[in-house]
């Protein structure tokens, strides 16, 4: 069966610094790939999302990005985190329908 | 323009009653999908239902169901005997084509079941 992990769970960084989030799929071969950000009491907002390796769409213009360096890996970065940056990050698969996601991560930028 | 909507903030619901939670979506295209999850408070979104456009019949996963309403543009969940455990937000989501399958999400409903 496939399954999604996400890490780290929780992470608090200060404003300035890098970042850097990873997300793995397990048990499928090449899945599509989204990267969403949740703002506290909020709905998805589409960060990412990638078809293939290497091969990367970006929804909105900020100061992440994402790349897909092998087939189940995803990665969501910063160079420098803002403020706005804090969220609650989630990671998705798809190859049929449906998205499934992972556990997500925690982001607190102070 | 809002393409999903779901109009219920919160709700109340006493435990083994069932309940519905609404969305309505807007689309002109023919071909669509409708998603339902269920994101508890650990954060994980986890996948309940889905139903495509052309699907004849409404679709059901255990105590979930969807009421799917085409002309009225409604895909409503149902959940039945509720349990302590469904208290969580629900979101409804939408794939258009032509979209490399990115959904479009509601708002959400924070559902709270009562003992």
């Known amino acids: 069966s496939q399954t999604i992990h996400q890490w780290p769970a929780t992470l608090v960084q200060p404003v300035g610094s890098p970042l850097s989030l990873e997300c793995t799929v397990e048990?499928?071969?090449?899945?599509?790939l989204y990267w969403y950000r949740q703002a506290a009491g909020r709905g998805l907002q589409l960060l990412f999302y990638?078809?293939?390796?290497?091969?990367i769409s970006s929804e909105v213009p900020q100061n992440l990005s994402a790349s897909r360096p092998q087939d189940r890996q995803f990665i969501l970065s910063s160079k420098k985190l803002l403020l706005s940056d804090s969220g609650f990050y989630l990671c998705?698969?798809?190859?049929?329908?449906?998205?499934?996601f992972g556990p997500g991560t925690r982001l607190l930028v102070l | 323009a809002q393409k999903i909507t779901q109009t219920q903030p919160g709700m109340f619901v006493q435990e083994k009653e069932a309940v519905t939670l609404d969305c309505t979506y807007d689309?002109?295209?023919?071909?669509?999908?409708l998603f339902w999850y269920k994101q508890p408070s650990s954060g994980e979104m986890i996948f309940l239902i889905y139903?495509?456009?052309?699907d004849q019949q409404n679709a059901t996963e255990g105590r979930y169901s969807l009421n799917f309403q085409k002309a009225r543009k409604s895909a409503n969940l149902v959940i039945s005997a509720s349990q302590l455990g469904d208290s969580a937000m629900y979101f409804c989501?939408?794939?258009?084509?032509?979209?490399?399958?990115?959904?479009?999400w509601g708002a959400g409903t924070k559902l709270i079941i009562k003992p």
């Open positions: 998705a698969w798809r190859v049929t329908e449906t998205q499934y």
């Open positions: 139903q495509g456009s052309y």
């Open positions: 989501a939408m794939r258009e084509p032509d979209s490399n399958y990115q959904l479009i």
């Open positions: 990638s078809v293939g390796i290497g091969q």
């Open positions: 689309t002109s295209d023919p071909s669509y999908g």
């Open positions: 048990g499928t071969s090449n899945p599509n």
